[in-house]
């Protein structure tokens, strides 16, 4: 029999290749023999370019940038062959590149991401995909643009400082030579989300407040992203409130789509691209996929609920194993035959996310394998 284990990190607890692994151990403790594949998946966050490496092999490069504001710090990039690179904003311009209690999206800037992009292309890399997942910057991909070479201007040609609080501020954009470097190079961006810009669904209103945003910094930031959005229409051509998920990382993934050539795909389909995935859900017996914790939001998409709606593709059985799964979850409706949590009436979520690599080894053994 052949399982096929595909789990995305449960987050806070385990990565994706720990939460894989110790599935793995589970069953192969209650029931030797088998064979079992561990294919380590991730949403286009933190984590996603360990799974890409695992995938098809490339090597990281440690290099100097800067966090979100502006201090220097060590981030790498993947590099791959056929000159290729992968960077995630996660990096240098994640939420735990600085203490929590310091974040403040009005003052973060993405420029470290943009580094990165500079200092992959300058290794010789002609195509650069960008994972957008776990930000903490909400500046419209302000700052990213200003490390490639493009300059924002205020109403009296004063040159802005690339951070969330100046997108209002912003009238005009000016170019260096160093923007022309990269217009020949093809990017991806890797964006598992569907918001807007702006606007009540937009960047600001659903994803700043996480990144430590009050309720008057999140009207500030929108009314920035509306006001950015038409300048860079103005110089590109791109009206990017209509490209799906141009909120993506506080709307970095509309300034990089507004000035240079991209392609926005689903962080998944990347992954399952490189994993060959559906040829491997074709040829396995069962298939099983898990996250930290499920609930209604893992029906919109989220990575267990790909996994299950490709099982179903290959009539395949598809078993749900999560750290905590939300009472009253109908997990038969979303194609799962079973469904398995950490966390009940004896486990604490304490408890369960301390000691959830132990506790899902256990776990694993109770799984049903059906002959």
Not at 278 to 286: F, G, T, V
Not at 322 to 345: C, M, V
Not at 348 to 366: C, F
């Amino acid at each position: 029999m052949r399982i096929l284990i595909c789990t995305d990190s449960f987050k806070g607890s385990l990565t994706s290749f720990q939460a894989a692994n110790a599935i793995k151990k589970g069953i192969e403790k209650a029931r030797p023999g088998y064979e079992i594949i561990t294919v380590p998946l991730a949403d286009g966050g933190e984590g996603t370019g360990d799974c890409l490496k695992n995938a098809v092999g490339g090597k990281y490069i440690e290099t100097e940038t800067e966090n979100i504001f502006f201090e220097k710090m060590k981030a790498k990039y993947l590099l791959l062959e056929n000159s290729e690179a992968f960077i995630e904003t996660a990096s240098a311009s994640g939420l735990t590149t600085v203490e929590k209690h310091r974040l403040n999206p009005l003052k973060a800037s993405s420029v470290g991401t943009g580094i990165l992009i500079k200092k992959a292309v300058g290794n010789g890399a002609k195509k650069v995909t960008v994972a957008l997942g776990g930000s903490a910057v909400n500046d419209g991909g302000m700052g990213a643009l200003s490390a490639l070479g493009v300059r924002f201007f205020d109403k009296d040609k004063n040159l802005l400082l690339p951070v969330g609080e100046n997108m209002i501020k912003a009238d005009s954009v000016g170019f260096t030579q160093e923007y022309l470097k990269y217009k020949n190079v093809k990017f991806t961006l890797a964006c598992d989300v569907e918001n807007p810009f702006y606007g009540k669904n937009g960047a600001a209103y659903v994803f700043s407040s996480q990144k430590g945003a009050s309720e008057s910094d999140i009207e500030i930031l929108d009314r920035g992203l509306e006001k950015i959005e038409k300048v860079f229409a103005l110089y590109s051509g791109k009206n990017v409130q209509s490209v799906r998920g141009s909120g993506a990382a506080g709307g970095l993934c509309g300034g990089l789509y507004a000035f240079f050539d991209c392609e926005i795909k689903n962080g998944f389909d990347i992954l399952s691209e490189a994993y060959s995935l559906e040829e491997k859900i074709a040829s396995a017996d069962l298939i099983i996929t898990g996250e930290g914790r499920t609930d209604s939001q893992t029906a919109f998409g989220k990575l267990p609920m790909r996994i299950s709606s490709l099982s179903k593709k290959h009539n395949k059985t598809c078993v749900l194993v999560s750290g905590d799964i939300e009472e009253g979850f109908d997990f038969k409706q979303l194609g799962f035959t079973r469904a398995y949590k950490i966390k009940n009436e004896s486990v604490s979520l304490e408890n369960a996310m301390k000691n959830a690599y132990n506790l899902l080894v256990e776990l694993s053994e109770k799984i049903e394998v059906a002959e």
